[in-house]
């Protein structure tokens, strides 16, 4: 494992429950953010808007909302700075942490359901294809921005992965004491609920996939394709195409394949059919699982009232 290794899965570890771009593989499931520890956690800024933004669907009710995440973020970067400050650590050399701003929250949120469906945005499709828009990783800016002797006090490791030499650092640095301060429960009870929302939106998504409704919207699409020229039997068959992922940036082919994509989704309606059929089983699986979710929720509810009162 290498030095950069080591730190990145140091600084994962005490801020999971964030996503990461899609890539070919990636269209099919996105877990909703859980936040097990320090939630406010954004991990990428992507540019521009898509298609399903402002797409909701009833596993949205088990994630913080942007209000909720951004108030959890400021509590977490707080008690980070509290800590730093008594190590002998001042502002500048704190800064930047991995918390998202109030904008940058907001965006993850209205946005978290934008590539669902693999690319559905047209100028999206027109400058990138299927590859994903340029990001900015919060967590990797903020590795790279510290010194060893900053990351030994804030995730409680160096670069090379040495234990901090000084007194008095909290296991896994301020980061990891921010966690622990603004968690209400055992991080076992999170994660448990983390996975079971992950379980009903797999469950969800494959039985969508298999439904006479989405089948037909498919075909509608294929045909639309077929006209154009592209021969797929379903929009995760072009996304997923090998040719457009043996290069870093998408060329001239996967422009075109992808513009065509998006405007026969618009054509067809094929994500509003799509989507409404996953939220029919969402909904079926939620009502199967109702006891454990809101559970669940009520951690997550416990975690924002807790961040509340001791503003």
């Known amino acids: 494992m290498t030095a950069r290794v080591l730190v990145r899965t140091a600084v994962l570890l005490a801020l999971p429950g964030a996503g990461c771009a899609a890539a070919p593989a990636d ?44 108030l959890l973020g400021r509590a977490a970067a707080a008690h980070v700075r509290d800590c730093a400050a008594r190590l002998g650590l001042d502002a500048a050399a704190v800064d930047p942490l991995p918390f998202g701003t109030a904008a940058e929250s907001a965006s993850a949120a209205a946005g978290r359901h934008d590539r669902r469906y693999a690319v559905a945005d047209p100028e999206i499709a027109a400058t990138h294809g ?23 006090v804030l995730v409680g490791v160096t ?24 968690a209400v429960a055992d991080e076992a009870a999170l994660r448990a609920g983390q996975d079971l929302v992950s379980a009903v939106q797999s469950e969800a998504w494959h039985a969508a996939l298999a439904d006479p409704r989405v089948l037909d919207a498919f075909a509608a699409w294929s045909a639309c394709m077929a006209d154009a020229g592209y021969r797929y039997a379903a ?16 060329g001239p082919e996967e422009i075109a394949t992808a513009v065509a994509d998006v405007a026969c989704k618009e ?14 089983y969402q909904a079926r699986f939620i009502a199967a699982n109702q006891a454990e979710l809101d559970a669940y929720r009520a951690l997550l509810d416990q975690q924002v009232s807790a961040v509340s009162t001791a503003r």
């Open 235 to 250: 929009p995760m068959d072009a996304n997923d195409d090998p040719r457009w992922w043996t290069s870093e940036t998408a």
């Open 27 to 70: 269209v099919a499931v996105e877990s909703p953010g859980g936040g097990a520890a320090v939630a406010g956690a954004v991990p990428a800024r992507a540019a521009g808007p898509a298609q399903a933004a402002g797409l909701t669907l009833p596993l949205d009710a088990y994630a913080f909302s942007a209000a909720e995440d951004q």
């Open 267 to 280: 054509s067809t309606g094929l994500i509003p059919a799509w989507s409404a059929v996953e939220a029919d």
């Open 130 to 152: 299927y590859h994903p828009p340029s990001t900015v990783d919060v967590r990797r800016e903020f590795y790279e921005a510290h010194t060893d002797a900053e990351l030994a």
């Open 159 to 182: 670069a090379g992965g040495a234990p901090a030499a000084r007194d008095g650092v909290p296991e896994g640095g301020c980061i990891g004491a921010a966690a622990r301060a603004t």
